[in-house]
């Protein structure tokens, strides 16, 4: 065996032990935890990048665990749709560490920051084993990790966050029961829980109920996960009032992995044939994204807490990803969008929330109606959410443009020409609501009166830790975006397309 193909579980192996090493390590020096996990996760993108370059150039890895051998034994395969997922997952996970460093000493007491640390390695373990697992039981397993520490996450900044944490244990742990009760309905047709086992026997039992019942029950367990409309409710008031780090590692990535399951379960699963089988799915998951996107814009528009309206945004744009799943049965290009909208949004809301951060710690703000003057008391941080907002309106030549345009291209190949009326009309949306944003930044006058509640930030600039992410991912806005208009990513894309087994090329 290569020694390349014992990185994937090298990643989560050390994932989980640092975050133990991690706790006692803290009861040393409280500063430890923080470097050992940054130092350790460089290391995974390292090799997440070898992971990668060799699945593009050799093929998919499989590691047997144990050396037991599927279906008995669990088995992790990487393919290059999450080798490319897992290298943008580790690079958001190191990126949310170095915001954190002058973040989370103002959200979330030091005598937390040992236990804040581990939780958080401790997550990025669990989005690491989903990433790269080909059993279902044990995507449960990394499933339940990722969330239990995401529950306790959230909730470690104490006061307003305690409620919305609990709401989100309750919504989470439906989610998981739904997911869980699926994958029991399926294992009794098929006997097996490995995904690539599981592909071969279903298509001979697509209309056995309990298949059916399955499918219905992952799907709706994710999408609960997944915050996809309209089952999102738990979502806003989770985003508003978590750390900032924790928000932007959420909207970034967190949910991300959460729809990758989604995406293993159309293709990897019960695949496109199964979609076909059953007329008018396909268009039944378009309406239901075609809602979200608009829904989620117009529940935006009326928000004025920045980070609430982020959240909302947030669910119009996870219905990007879920109307290219729904074309995609209709269209290559349809999961084109969904890969690139995966990195896009990933690099853009990321940078949103850790500007929204930076807005309340430096200036005490969090109402977009108090926002006058930040263009110039705060032009890095306003110059960085300007960006990443004109990324996600899909104004030229940023990332969501991008993103967008594969989507419309999808539909008009697919002939479903309402969507790109609905993709047209989600832009004009995101503009009224982004740009509320940036005329207050920049176009409306500040009154010259102090704010109160940024009394003990006072005299002190942003910290570097915290201005360098932004501006990298503000520049990943604009360099991506002219990346995807190129033919730089088509082997990624194809390999995507051959290794999901669409039979097309782009």
């Known amino acids: 065996m290569n020694f390349v193909e014992h990185f994937p579980v090298l990643i989560v192996g050390l994932s989980m032990f640092l975050a133990y090493t991690m706790l006692l390590a803290g009861y040393l020096n409280r500063r430890l935890p923080f470097y050992m996990s940054l130092a350790m996760n460089s290391f995974f993108l390292i090799i997440s990048l070898f992971i990668l370059n060799h699945v593009l150039t050799v093929g998919p890895i499989r590691y047997w665990q144990g050396g037991w051998r599927p279906p008995w034994g669990i088995e992790y395969v990487v393919d290059a749709m999450n080798a490319y997922l897992l290298v943008i997952v580790i690079s958001m996970v190191i990126l949310g560490l170095i915001y954190s460093r002058g973040n989370v000493r103002y959200e979330i007491e030091e005598r937390k920051h040992t236990t804040f640390y581990t939780l958080v390695q401790l997550m990025a373990a669990g989005l690491y084993g989903i990433t790269i697992t080909g059993d279902l039981f044990n995507m449960f397993i990394w499933l339940e990790i990722a969330s239990l520490t995401a529950y306790a996450l959230i909730a470690v900044a104490g006061g307003r966050a305690l409620r919305p944490a609990y709401n989100y244990v309750i919504m989470g742990s439906i989610g998981a029961c739904f997911y869980i009760f699926g994958v029991c309905w399926i294992y009794s047709v098929t006997g097996t829980l490995n995904m690539a086992d599981m592909r071969l026997l279903l298509p001979l039992v697509y209309d056995n109920k309990a298949v059916q019942m399955a499918f219905a029950m992952m799907v709706v367990g994710v999408m609960i996960k997944a915050y996809i409309f309209p089952l999102h409710l738990w979502q806003p008031d989770v985003y508003t009032y978590a750390p900032s780090t924790i928000s932007s590692m959420m909207a970034s990535v967190h949910v991300k992995v959460m729809f990758y399951i989604l995406i293993r379960m159309v293709f990897s699963v019960f695949t496109l044939d199964f979609i076909k089988h059953f007329i008018g799915l396909d268009m039944l998951i378009c309406w239901v994204a075609a809602i979200a996107i608009l829904a989620g814009s117009i529940w935006a528009i009326k928000q004025r807490n920045l980070k609430r309206m982020l959240a909302y945004s947030s669910v119009s744009q996870m219905g990007y990803i879920l109307l290219g799943?729904?074309?995609?049965?209709?269209?290559?290009?349809?999961?084109?969008?969904?890969?690139?909208?995966?990195?896009?949004?990933?690099?853009?809301?990321?940078?949103?929330?850790?500007?929204?951060?930076?807005?309340?710690?430096?200036?005490?703000?969090?109402?977009?109606?108090?926002?006058?003057?930040?263009?110039?008391?705060?032009?890095?941080?306003?110059?960085?959410?300007?960006?990443?907002?004109?990324?996600?309106?899909?104004?030229?030549?940023?990332?969501?443009?991008?993103?967008?345009?594969?989507?419309?291209?999808?539909?008009?190949?697919?002939?479903?020409?309402?969507?790109?009326?609905?993709?047209?009309?989600?832009?004009?949306?995101?503009?009224?609501?982004?740009?509320?944003v940036i005329d207050q930044i920049y176009f409306v006058k500040s009154d010259g009166t102090e704010n109160p509640a940024k009394a003990k930030e006072k005299g002190k600039s942003l910290p570097l830790s915290m201005t360098a992410p932004m501006l990298i991912l503000a520049a990943l806005c604009i360099i991506m975006g002219i990346i995807w208009l190129t033919d730089v990513p088509l082997p990624l894309i194809n390999h995507i397309l051959s290794n999901l087994r669409m039979g097309v090329t782009i």
């Open 325 to 436: 799943l729904g074309l995609s049965p209709l269209s290559p290009w349809g999961l084109v969008g969904v890969v690139a909208h995966i990195l896009n949004h990933a690099i853009g809301k990321g940078c949103l929330f850790m500007s929204a951060g930076a807005f309340a710690q430096q200036e005490g703000v969090r109402d977009i109606r108090k926002f006058e003057g930040l263009g110039k008391k705060m032009p890095y941080a306003s110059a960085a959410f300007t960006i990443a907002a004109l990324s996600m309106i899909g104004i030229p030549p940023t990332a969501g443009f991008a993103s967008k345009l594969f989507l419309i291209l999808a539909s008009l190949d697919a002939s479903q020409y309402p969507f790109v009326a609905i993709l047209l009309l989600s832009g004009l949306l995101n503009l009224v609501y982004f740009w509320r």
